[in-house]
């Protein structure tokens, strides 16, 4: 294999996704092959059961070594859960100025002594970890600078965006991995990179929110001024609908397939005929309103808006904050996501988007669904930050840069067809009728809880560190400094179905 080459994993809550791509010299990246496998023992972004993702991690993995004829033995991963947070920490250093004939002048130095305080920042346990950390913003003398080197101050402070992450979590899915003689270059939040290959420059520096529509996720990213500013995972994506449409008395094995082929977030922009299915256990007929199971999507749909809303203002980027909003991920695949996100946002740009740049014409071949965008931008993401080891088998003659590794989407443990649409309505309805022809015996049904009261999570008390020679970030909070973390509320609406932060956000800054 020629070039540099990137492969990357993303372990989601229904599929493993493996992607493999090289590096061409005008930085853009070949994609060689995707393969996914449907998998069961993660929750939300959390590895339950170790067996069942190791399988699929090996089947994914054995499918697109055959295929390319490689061996895969070093990759990126993905790591996506509420146990991933965001952090702002903020601290300073005093502006030496024995060479500068007191003009105070920034130098490299005074950054350099920065950098190190923010390397001895502590957490207070061992439950969580460090991912990485970048600097936010700096400031001379209160003052916000773009290049705080050659700035003229007495005290430099700076904000870094500290991303950590459950040690626990984050082992158990190095062990899938390293059991199927996958090393992990490096754990990348997928948060952090879910804007690479959706976001231009200009979205980047004016303002922009991705959010990431998985099937147990809802990643977003807030971007402002170049940088990411905020990053959370929230603990609920699109298979949360597949309990509420089953609460409806819809047979579990077509739920799936109602949701996909027929569904829409805005049940007044659906059209209102009537979807039929047989009930092979009582040997009757089961129909629903394409309406109906619209306005059961919706809801659950606005509980995820309305938490996405708070995590937006969470990241404190003031009432004037007015970005494009970008909808990726298989959620993003959803009739009328765009008109329902931008109605509950109360912006007036939202586009549902596919990955598209950073990309050679490969992309074409292989992205065939915005569900690849997670794995899409690690690849993004590692061909900036070091190629991985993958080696040719001997024997393989093929080209390696023309293989079509055909992505197999349907999940297999819950099979449910395309209906036929019956195009004569019955005599006593005016609006025609679609039936479901009876599918396959599935082998594992999606679950998704109904729609539940509120849980209020009180927030934790932040404490004081006493501990002058180093910041020690609560482990309850967003904020170094007293920030809290927003859990986000449930709706009360399916029962009826079945009858700012008005400025910048200014940390307090510790003097240590």
Known sequence: MKGKQIVAIDVGSTNVVIAVGAVEDDGR???????????????????????????????????????LGITITEAYA???????????????????DDQNNGCNQITERDLESLHRRMQSVKLPDDKEEIITKEP?????????????????????????????ADHTMRERLLHCLLKQDITVKKFVPNALVAYHGVATTEDIEEGAVVINLGGGITDVTVLLNGKVRYIASIPMGMDSINGDIRAYGIPSNYVEGLKVNYGSAVHDLTQDDKITFPHIRKGTTKSIRRRNLARIIEERLKEICEWVKREIKEAGCGSRFSPIVLITGGGAEMPNIENLFASELGYD??????????????????????????????????????????????????????????????????????PRVITTPPAEEPRHQTTVEDPKPEHHTHSGEPMVDPQKIEPVTPTESDNDDQIVIDPYNNQANGGKRSFGRFLEKLGDIFAGKDDERIDDERII
């Open 29 to 67: 990246i070949d994609i060689l092959g995707i393969t996914s496998e449907p998998v069961q023992g993660v929750n939300a972004g959390r590895v339950e059961n170790s067996e069942t993702v190791g399988r699929a991690v090996r089947a994914a993995k054995e499918r697109i070594e055959k295929q």
């Open 136 to 164: 936010l913003r700096y400031k001379a003398d209160n003052k916000e600078v773009a290049e705080p080197v050659g700035a003229y101050g007495h005290v430099l402070s700076g904000t870094y965006n500290f991303i950590l």
């Open 349 to 418: 740009d939202v586009r549902s988007v596919y990955p598209e740049y950073g990309f050679t014409e490969s992309l074409n071949e292989h992205i065939t669904t915005r569900a690849y965008a997670t794995v899409a931008s690690l690849l993004l993401y590692g061909a900036k930050n070091g190629s991985c080891a993958v080696a040719v088998r001997p024997g393989n003659t093929a080209n390696v840069h023309q293989p079509r590794v055909t992505p197999p989407m349907n999940n297999d443990d819950v099979y449910v067809p395309k």
């Open 78 to 96: 993905g790591l996506s859960g509420d146990f991933i947070r965001c952090v702002q920490v903020t601290d300073h250093v005093y502006v030496q």
